[in-house]
C-alpha cells in the first residue's frame, strides 16, 4: 500500500508534497491508537486485537478496490496504517513473553522481524508488477486479500496466562517510562532508525519516477531491500548469543550514514538495487535488537504499553517526516532529503553506543 498508493498519486499528478502527505497518513492513527491499543493487549492479549486488526486492514484496501482516488486512498492509509500498528503491538507483547531469557528474546524477535521483511519484498513486487501488467485495482485487491490470511494463522493461537494486576496501586501513565534514560536513549535510537526505513520509502519512488523506472523496476529495489532485511534477521538467531544489542544497533547506524551518503549518486537500477541490499543488511538487523532491550529494560506488566509508546514516538515522527521530506524535495532535491538523514543517523550512533549499561534480567517461566 505505501508503494502503490504514491505511485497512483504521482501518475495523477500529484506534487511531491502531496505523496508525503499521503504517507504521512499511514502513521497518523497509529500516533492516537498506540498507547490505549497497549493498555488494551495487556489486558486481552493476543487474539482480539488482531481480529478487529484483519477487518479494518481488509476494509481499507478494500475501498482502494472500489474508489482508486486520491481522497480514498488517504482513508485507506489511515485504516491500513492504524491497523497493522495495533497488530504489531499486540505480536510483539506475545512473542516477548513467550521468550524466557535475553538470548532467546534476541531470537524470537529476529524470526518475527522476518514476517514484515517478507511482506516487504512480496508486497512492493507483486503490487508493482500487478500495476504494470493488471492496473491500480488488481494491485490493491490483492494487499486486501492478504490480511485475511493472518487470521488464519493466529486463530488457534494458545494464549499466554494474564499478567497479575496490583490492585491499590496508583495508577502509572505511559510517559513515567521515559524516566529512565536508557529509555530516552532507546526511543531516540529507533526514531532514528525509523526514520531512515521512512526516507528509504518515500524517496526510492520519487527517483525511480523521475528516473522513468516502471512500477515493477521500483517494486524490485525496494523488494531487494527487503530481501537482505529478511535475510540478515534469518542469520541472527544463530548468533543471538554471540551478539550484543548496542554494537548491532551503533553499527548499523554508521553504515546508514555511509550508505545514505552515495545512494543519491546511484544512477542505475542495478546501482540502486545494491544500495538498497546494503541498506536492507543494516536496517535489517536493528530491530530484533531494539526490541530485546526494549523487552530486558520494562516492566513485564507494562510490555503493551511500552511498546504502545515506542509505536506512538515513531509514527509521530512518521506523520511529519513525511511531509518534511516532501517540502524539502520540492524546494532542494530528494538527494538532500537522503544526506541529512544520514548525517543524524551517524550522529546518532554515540547514544545508541550508550545503551551498553546492564539490562534487567528476563525472568523465566518459573518466577512466573
Not at 41 to 46: E, T
Not at 111 to 134: E, H, K, Q, T
Not at 275 to 293: E, F, K, W
Request: aromatic residues 8%; proline residues 6%; glycine residues 8%.
Amino acid at each position: 500500500m505505501r508503494m502503490a498508493s504514491p505511485l497512483l498519486a504521482l501518475r495523477e499528478g500529484y506534487s511531491a508534497i502531496a505523496v508525503g502527505f499521503l504517507l504521512a497518513l499511514f502513521a497518523l492513527t497509529q500516533v492516537f491508537l498506540a498507547l490505549p491499543a497497549g493498555r488494551y493487549v495487556d489486558r486481552h492479549g493476543l487474539k482480539r486485537p488482531v481480529g478487529f486488526c484483519v477487518v479494518a486492514a481488509a476494509l481499507g484496501a478494500g475501498l482502494a478496490v472500489a474508489f482508486p482516488v486520491f481522497p480514498v486512498l488517504c482513508l485507506s492509509a489511515l485504516m491500513t496504517g492504524g491497523s497493522t500498528g495495533v497488530a504489531v503491538i499486540a505480536l510483539q507483547r506475545h512473542v516477548g513473553r513467550a521468550a524466557q531469557n535475553a538470548t532467546e528474546l534476541k531470537k524470537v524477535f529476529s524470526w518475527l522481524a522476518i514476517g514484515p521483511a517478507v511482506s516487504n519484498f512480496v508486497g512492493p513486487l507483486a503490487a508493482g508488477l500487478l500495476i504494470d501488467y493488471s492496473g491500480f485495482r488488481a494491485a490493491f485487491l490483492l494487499m486486501a486479500l492478504l490480511p485475511l490470511a493472518t487470521w488464519f494463522w493466529v486463530r488457534r493461537t494458545v494464549e499466554l496466562s494474564p499478567v497479575p494486576v496490583v490492585v491499590g496501586g496508583a495508577p502509572k501513565k505511559a510517559w513515567d517510562l521515559l524516566r529512565e534514560p536508557i529509555m530516552r536513549r532507546l526511543m531516540l535510537v529507533n526514531w532514528l532508525l525509523s526514520s531512515c526505513w521512512d526516507v528509504h520509502t518515500f524517496v526510492v519512488p520519487i527517483l525511480g519516477h523521475e528516473r522513468g523506472l516502471s512500477a515493477s523496476v521500483i517494486g524490485t529495489i525496494l523488494g531487494a531491500f527487503a530481501i537482505a532485511a529478511a535475510f540478515v534477521r534469518v542469520l541472527l538467531p544463530v548468533f543471538a548469543a554471540h551478539v550484543r544489542e548496542w554494537v548491532v544497533v551503533a553499527s548499523a547506524m554508521v553504515i546508514t550514514a555511509v550508505l545514505f551518503a552515495v545512494y543519491p549518486f546511484m544512477v542505475s537500477p542495478l546501482a540502486m538495487g545494491a544500495c538498497s541490499v546494503m541498506l536492507g543488511l543494516a536496517l535489517g538487523s536493528v530491530q530484533p535488537m531494539i526490541m530485546s532491550t526494549l523487552h530486558q529494560i520494562t516492566p513485564e506488566a507494562r510490555h503493551g504499553e511500552a511498546l504502545g509508546l515506542r509505536l506512538m514516538t515513531i509514527n509521530a515522527s512518521s506523520v511529519l517526516m513525511p511531509m518534511l521530506f516532501g517540502t524539502a524535495g520540492a524546494v532542494v532535491g530528494v538527494s538532500v532529503v537522503f544526506w541529512a538523514v544520514g548525517l543524524a543517523v551517524g550522529a546518532g550512533a554515540r547514544p545508541a553506543w550508550r545503551l551498553r549499561p546492564a539490562l534487567r534480567p528476563v525472568p523465566s517461566s518459573a518466577d512466573r
